[in-house]
């Protein structure tokens, strides 16, 4: 793509510094390129990072963002600000098809797959705004479900010649597509963490259809083949909802199925949805079940709840409303006011030329 504009050789990786290590706005602030092929530049391409068109704030300072998509849709993500850590919550699709009970997003139904620039559009902005430490792909979406598009972002965020982050910085989790699973596995150095939920198979097929296809026993058994005893980091996601899967049962089973494993629980609160019969349990049953697992040998942290006051928590993503307004055109940012040029991908009509990517 550099050459066919006039850029010498390495132009590809004097417009990668611009993008991902610099982390520009505008083509018009790659200073080391002549003017005159920004101008050829400016012609197709956008830098492609959509601004949110909506913020809310928490009172425990978690912020909550909505961005427009590619397809026109909308998707949100959060930035968890604590202490010197600063996490962005990503998205990877508009709703998702694996409709866990508990869970806003799930209740959406499904409207698409985010292209690789628009996950990466979410990292970039809340980069630029905030400096980010970490990320965790556990905003609306299925990320294995939409995999080679979450692969590409994977790659761009910690190869040289994009981000350049550490693996280590990045958390993906997933309910444990199991066939994804294992390309992520082999391709990535991210960080995993699987949604459980639940240890018994009937309670959680209640919980998540999805166990009927992968069910935790199998995905357990093939995470065995793995080695997660040094730098990569596995760990089980688990809702504590009272009097369902917070009993002493509920952890014997817990310890049964991952033992072997190198591994740590993350027991997360419940937050109440509309109409669904399932309630939080309390703080003394979620520390007793804590102790038990830590006792027995199985690392076991509660996670802090955050952004609950602005719907930003865990479970409570939705962009129902927006994407069932009527928006007539796909989102087109050099024609959208107040979105500007702001827009690392394609420029959507590249003046009859095709859809093509600067970066991502
Ligand atoms: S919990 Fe995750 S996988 Fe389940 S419906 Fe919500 S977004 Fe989808």
Known sequence: MATEIGMP?????????????????????????????RERLKE?????????????????????????????????????PDGERGTLCVSTQVGCKMNCLFCQTGKQGFQGNLETADI???VSWAHREKGLTNLVFMGQGEPFDNLDNVMKALEILTADYGFAWSPKRITVS????????RRYLEESQCHLAISLHSPIHEQRLQLMPAERQFAIAEVVEML??????????????????????????????????????????NLIRFHQIPNVDLQGTDDASMMAFRDYLTKHGLFTTVRASRGEDVFA????????????????????????????????????????????????
């Open 120 to 122: 990466l559009s979410q």
């Open 313 to 360: 928590a865990c479970g409570l993503l939705s962009t129902k409303v927006e994407n069932e307004r009527p928006h007539p055109q796909p989102l087109d940012p050099s024609n959208s006011p107040g979105r500007g040029e702001k827009s690392l991908t394609p420029n959507p009509s590249p003046k009859g030329e095709g859809s093509s990517y600067t970066g991502y």
């Open 44 to 80: 197709r391409y956008e830098v492609g990072v959509h601004e949110p068109i909506e913020r809310m704030t928490s009172v425990d300072g978690t912020e909550k963002y909505l961005f427009p998509t590619l397809s026109g849709h909308f998707i949100e993500t959060v930035y968890i």
């Open 174 to 181: 997933s309910v444990g597509l199991k066939k994804n699973l």
């Open 224 to 265: 065995k083949e793995y080695d997660f005893s040094h730098q990569r980091r596995l760990s089980f996601e688990y809702i504590v909802f009272k009097g369902v899967n917070d009993t002493e049962v509920h952890a014997k089973e817990l310890l049964k199925l991952l033992r072997g494993l190198d591994c740590r629980v």
């Open 9 to 37: 050789r390495f132009g590809a990786k004097q417009l990668a510094q611009w993008l991902y290590e610099k982390n520009v706005s505008s083509i018009d602030e790659m200073t080391n390129i002549s003017k005159a092929v």
